[in-house]
């Protein structure tokens, strides 16, 4: 016990301020600990969506498949709308044919690659095919939603003119001078 008191005792203790380095000590791990996580956080999210995408939108693709078939989202006698055509016309090219390509692009690309590379003699066409099939389900998700935002403007068209009369803004009552 005498041992610890002199020991204490031969220590000098510091009461003064904290110093300018001590304070940024504690900052500087800090930033550390943050930079590593956020460099770390990044490298693996770009890694993930860069890989892992596709297949995320393959696997929507083959369930929006599935859940067309179970609903039979195709069949013409079944859309009860104002215009059953344009629906049939928007489910088939829109809903079925993107998702059916991006389906069939993972079976036939892969096939096709192969017969390319046996009949040229070139393997690198075959890498190129397997590399573009596997982002073809990007390649159709992106031009699934942007023919559905191209058509928002001739939906809510199509919802104003279904409107009954009474409801439209309209003002008969003012006359246009000339």
């Known amino acids: 016990m005498e041992e610890k008191i002199q020991s204490q005792a031969e220590e000098p203790q510091n009461t003064s301020a904290p110093t300018a380095s001590t304070e940024q000590q504690p900052e500087k791990e800090s930033f550390r600990k943050l930079f590593t996580d956020g460099l770390v956080y990044s490298l693996l999210t770009i890694v993930r969506y860069i890989f892992v995408l596709p297949w995320d939108l393959w696997k929507r693709a083959v369930i929006n498949m599935g859940e067309q078939r179970h609903k039979k989202a195709l069949n013409i006698d079944g859309i009860t709308g104002f215009w059953p055509f344009l629906t049939f ?10 998702d059916a390509c991006s389906v069939l692009s993972w ?18 066409i075959f890498v190129v095919s397997i590399f573009s099939a596997y982002y073809m389900p990007v390649e159709f998700a992106i031009t699934k939603d942007i023919l559905q935002l191209l058509l928002i403007p001739f939906r809510k068209f199509l919802s104003w003119g279904s409107r009954p009369a009474q409801y439209l803004e309209m003002d008969l009552n003012k006359k246009s001078e000339k």
């Open 89 to 98: 016309l928007k489910r088939f090219f829109i809903d079925f044919l993107l």
């Open 107 to 124: 079976i036939i690309t892969p096939i096709i690659g192969v017969t390319m590379a046996i009949v040229i003699g070139d393997f690198f």
